[in-house]
């Protein structure tokens, strides 16, 4: 079956999908501050709740991936499970429900970043998988604009709570985009990261878990150290900008959260596209050196004005960081764990450091709000993502040579697998 006849469904997935995958977040944290009267630390710990019980999820995800062929089906079943929690959860919006709904979505939410890898990397293959990882990416960020777009606007109209079905709505739209993909597209041998043609038996018996990937790996290990850093910086701020906005225009909240969302996808779309067309050209570091710059730099900016239109137009910055940062991600993992069969197991292990760093910026940010305020709450971020900076210019290694240049077979992931490789 040729990968054109799986184009089109892989890109109406990643359009639908792109604010299921994502989860409630600010939404929900807009909902239960205005219309529920919950105060930031509950709204914080039940985010973090939730974003426990998807990063506990992650690394069995990954190695469920890497194993079945069954890919289409579990990528269905974690959208039913998110659907079923966003049409239930305002039904009792006390915290033990909250957070039980939060729970269920986080732990359904993992499935869907290595799945979609996987797809992809096996309809494509390696040699196209940087340009479709930009495709998709720039599908999934106008999906979350357009999603963004219509939440502000019919929240603005029928209130918060519009969203909850909003979110249950694109669920089912996915679901059937997801069964559009022709299931002998996918060479499943290819999305585990195996070299066309090798045989799939599933995982050996003695293959490294992903956490003994990271660990065998210095690259794997420094680069997963990252992205903690830069999730645990980043994953506060839209909340807590939501938050503010919320409390100083109650009516208003979740639309100007809507409008900021939108600016930062509408900026997010061209640059996944650059990304993907110029990562095999330009490398993987900088690139990434300049997402992560930009981390940092909004942090700070956050801090010296709470005026609505300065909010929204520093959560633009956004679009550049996480744009990159969506992008490269696939990458850089394939590069490292080329021909190794273990490229899922891998970013979910990777995905669980970073969900940690995801899920205590939340419950910390929180905390520091109701103490001291939501400037020294952006600053302590903003002081993170420098952290995780420079470790990332100090300490990781280009991997573009380990991708679409390496040379074919196992032995090429094998070599960047060992320990103290750089």
């Keep these: 079956m040729s990968s054109e006849t799986a184009r089109r469904p892989l890109d109406a997935l990643n359009f639908f999908l792109a604010d299921v995958r994502d989860g409630l977040g600010p939404y929900l944290a807009i909902y239960l501050i205005s219309q529920q009267n919950w105060d930031e630390a509950s709204i914080g710990l039940v985010l973090t709740i939730g974003g426990i019980a998807g990063?506990?999820?992650?690394?069995?995800?990954?190695?469920?991936?890497?194993?079945?062929?069954?890919?289409?089906?579990?990528?269905?079943?974690?959208?039913?499970l998110v659907t079923l929690s966003s049409i239930a959860l305002p039904l009792l919006p006390n915290f033990s429900f909250v957070a039980i709904t939060q729970a269920?979505?986080?732990?359904?939410?993992?499935?869907?970043?290595?799945?979609?890898?996987?797809?992809?990397?096996?309809?494509?293959?390696?040699?196209?998988?940087?340009?479709?990882v930009g495709r998709n990416e720039a599908f999934n960020h106008a999906g979350n604009a357009v999603a963004a777009t219509l939440a502000g606007v019919l929240a603005y109209f029928f209130g918060p709570i519009v969203v909850f079905w909003l979110m249950a709505g694109l669920a089912l739209l996915s679901i059937l985009a997801t069964l559009k993909i022709p299931a002998d597209a996918i060479d499943h041998g290819v999305a585990r990261g195996l070299k066309k043609g090798e045989e799939d038996t599933g995982p050996d018996a003695d293959a490294p878990s992903g956490f003994a990937m990271l660990l065998k790996s210095r690259p794997l290990l420094i680069f997963a150290a990252?992205?903690?850093?830069?999730?645990f910086a980043n994953a506060a701020m839209l909340p807590l900008v939501g938050q503010n906005l919320a409390l100083q225009l109650p009516g208003l909240g979740t639309t100007l959260v809507a409008a900021c969302i939108v600016a930062a996808q509408l900026v997010m779309v061209p640059v996944a596209m650059i990304v993907g067309a110029k990562a095999d050209v330009w490398g993987r570091k900088p690139i990434f050196l300049v997402g992560f710059a930009i981390l940092p730099l909004r942090g700070f900016l956050f801090t010296l004005s709470d005026n609505a239109y300065w909010l929204v137009g520093v959560q633009v910055l956004d679009g550049i960081g996480a744009g990159i940062f969506g992008a490269l991600f696939p990458l850089v993992v394939a590069d490292l764990t080329r021909g190794t069969g273990r490229f899922n197991v891998t970013q979910g292990a990777i995905s669980?450091?970073?969900?940690?760093?995801?899920?205590?910026?939340?419950?910390?940010?929180?905390?520091?709000?109701?103490?001291?305020?939501?400037?020294?709450?952006?600053?302590?971020?903003a002081a993170a993502a420098g952290v995780g900076l420079l470790v990332f210019v100090f300490a990781m290694p280009e991997t573009a040579h380990l991708g679409v240049n390496a040379k074919d077979g196992p032995s090429a992931g094998r070599d960047v697998a060992t320990p103290?490789?750089?």
């Excluded at 990063?55 to 039913?80: C, E, F, M, S």
């Excluded at 993992?110 to 040699?127: M, N, S, Y």
């Excluded at 990252?226 to 999730?231: D, G, P, S």
């Design 55 to 80: 990063l506990l999820a992650q690394t069995p995800a990954g190695a469920l991936v890497d194993r079945t062929k069954a890919k289409r089906t579990i990528l269905v079943v974690a959208a039913i």
């Design 104 to 132: 269920i979505s986080g732990g359904a939410g993992a499935i869907f970043a290595p799945a979609i890898a996987a797809v992809t990397l096996g309809i494509v293959g390696p040699k196209a998988f940087a340009k479709r």
């Design 226 to 231: 990252c992205c903690t850093l830069f999730h």
């Design 352 to 381: 669980t450091a970073q969900g940690v760093g995801a899920s205590l910026s939340t419950a910390v940010a929180g905390f520091i709000v109701v103490q001291l305020g939501y400037s020294p709450a952006f600053l302590f971020l």
């Design 420 to 422: 103290g490789a750089a």
